[in-house]
């Protein structure tokens, strides 16, 4: 059964930051690229980042850019995003996710951030 469990989340003040981690099983982590979405409130679901399989490359939504780093361990099986110069329009529930083709598309149950002072 394919799990993914998000965790790090929490309330940092503007300017801050937080590192959000995402446990994978239940599937051959290191074939598959991994996403980070967020949805926050009163807004569509919307792909923050992604990483390749084996962390060959990177991709940014440019709200994100230059303040955000995605990575994986793929021996923890372990997808991170850490994310500074935090703003109250980062606050959102954050997700992981991996499409696996035909097997299908996996989410996790999200972490919830949220910048306020």
């Known amino acids: 059964q394919v799990q993914l469990v998000e965790s790090g989340g929490g309330l940092v003040q503007p300017g801050g930051s937080l590192r959000l981690s995402c446990a994978a099983s239940?599937?051959?982590?290191?074939?598959?690229?991994m996403n980070w979405y967020r949805q926050g409130p009163g807004k569509e679901r919307e792909l923050v980042a992604t990483?390749?399989?084996?962390?060959?490359?990177?991709n940014y939504a440019d709200s994100v850019k230059g303040r955000c780093t995605i990575s994986r361990d793929n021996a923890k099986r372990t997808v991170y995003l850490e994310m500074n110069s935090l703003k109250p329009e980062d606050t959102a529930v954050y997700y992981c996710?991996?499409?696996?083709?035909?097997?299908?598309?996996?989410w996790g149950q999200g972490t919830q951030v949220t910048v306020s002072s």
């Open positions: 996710m991996t499409r696996r083709g035909t097997l299908g598309d996996h």
């Open positions: 239940g599937f051959v982590f290191s074939y598959y690229d």
């Open positions: 990483i390749g399989a084996t962390g060959d490359y990177t």
